[in-house]
């Protein structure tokens, strides 16, 4: 199937915040007065000359309207949110101290936030129109260095009491009851496992893999990857690794169904697709973006829908179904054999679905909504949010 053109993809919706920005996250949060779940986005300002604010952006499908909700972020400019899949008042954010609190000899800080149980409800902006205080519950500090927390947390996905958070070389896993971490564990990459060696690289990102229990923390350090079981002993061996780009990789995102394939991308411009059975090369390697890819992410609904976006301005929606789970067709014909599923849906070829560019400056974040697999929003550094739709024809032929 050919790439869609610009033609046929629908009208964005685009949003201009006031400050630079960076840090961008889907809420899950279920509508208790309506059949439908809130279609939601977060997004953190990163400025360095006023108070920081995270906005919060209801989005209306029937209506193609935007409803916002914002609240003070006084701690510093952020460069991470991320939001508990479990309970939608619930958020982190990782931020570089305001300058009347830094501490140069520290770095970045990560700190534990609750919404108003108000704001499960749909967003009545007339209501809101002055910014509102954001509830500190708690920061994550360990008793040797009391700020030390990197650019990211990570929930875990299926329980809403623990999260991840990593240091220059140490990954930590943190339960919310509990003042210091459960888990840490330093990453040490050897000759044998790091084809590039790099002293000097530090953790770049992390991501939970849903699977097994939730076991597995893939952690991206210079061009490589490593896969930590945190039912091992800390300071173990990898479960696997990957020698994974020729540059820095700058995220990495698992399969959400099919549980031995991941995803990478990188300052090579390249994003990459795995099988962890065999590790010595990628199964797919894509090259179409121009510059240094900052995001990868899987539709949790249909994984052979993937999101990028780039320092080259674009976001690109990517069809991979050589390496995706079964169709919804495919489970539903049961009787048929493996051979004729795989052939019903011949036509669905691996490729760009769609090219998406309204941006004009670098896209840091792209996700999809939480609660529908259809919908997606895309963040770049001037601020601008534009929220996108898989495009129908896409649609139809996954569903049908």
Request: glycine share 4%.
């Amino acid at each position: 199937m050919d790439s869609i053109t610009g033609k046929e993809l629908e009208s964005p919706l685009i949003y201009g915040i006031e400050h630079q920005a960076r840090a961008l996250c889907s809420q899950n949060v279920s509508n208790s007065s309506s059949e439908n779940s809130l279609i939601r986005f977060m997004v953190g300002t990163q400025s360095l000359q006023t108070a920081n604010q995270v906005y919060l952006l209801e989005f209306s499908e029937e209506k193609s309207t935007l409803t916002k909700a914002i609240f003070k972020h006084d701690e510093g400019e952020i460069w991470h949110i991320s939001c508990s899949s479990k309970n939608p008042q619930l958020l982190t954010t990782c931020y570089s101290p305001s300058s009347t609190t830094r501490d140069f000899k520290q770095g970045s800080m990560c700190s534990l936030f609750e919404l108003p149980a108000n704001f499960t409800n749909p967003i009545n902006e007339e209501e809101y129109t002055a910014p509102l205080p954001l509830k500190k519950i708690r920061d994550f500090r360990t008793n040797t260095s009391p700020v030390n927390v990197r650019q990211t947390s990570v929930w875990q996905p299926e329980d809403g009491n623990q999260l991840a958070t990593f240091e220059e070389k140490k990954v930590l896993i943190w339960d919310l009851e509990n003042p210091q971490p459960v888990w840490s564990s330093p990453i040490e990459p050897s000759a044998v496992t790091s084809k590039v060696s790099n002293k000097m690289s530090k953790i770049s990102a992390i991501r939970w893999s849903p699977h097994s229990n939730c076991s597995v923390i893939g952690i991206a350090m210079g061009n490589n990857v490593y896969a930590k079981d945190i039912r091992v002993k800390p300071g173990s061996s990898f479960a696997w690794y990957l020698s994974a780009h020729g540059q820095q990789v700058r995220d990495l995102d698992f399969n959400p169904n099919a549980q031995y394939y991941l995803a990478t991308c990188g300052d090579d411009c390249e994003y990459k697709f795995w099988d962890t059975r065999k590790t010595d090369s990628p199964a797919m390697t894509l090259q179409n973006h121009s510059h240094w890819v900052w995001s990868v992410r899987y539709n949790q609904f249909h994984d052979q829908l993937v999101l990028t976006c780039s320092s080259d301005s674009r976001v690109i929606l990517t069809r991979i179904t050589s390496l995706a789970s079964k169709t919804l067709g495919q489970l539903m014909d049961e009787g048929d054999s493996e051979e004729s599923n795989i052939k019903s849906h011949k036509n669905l070829s691996d490729g760009v679905v769609a090219t998406y560019e309204e941006h004009e400056d670098s896209v840091y974040a792209a996700e999809w909504s939480a609660t529908d697999p259809w919908i997606f929003a895309s963040l770049s550094y001037d601020g601008r949010v534009v929220i996108n739709k898989v495009p129908r024809r896409e649609k139809f032929s996954l569903l049908f």
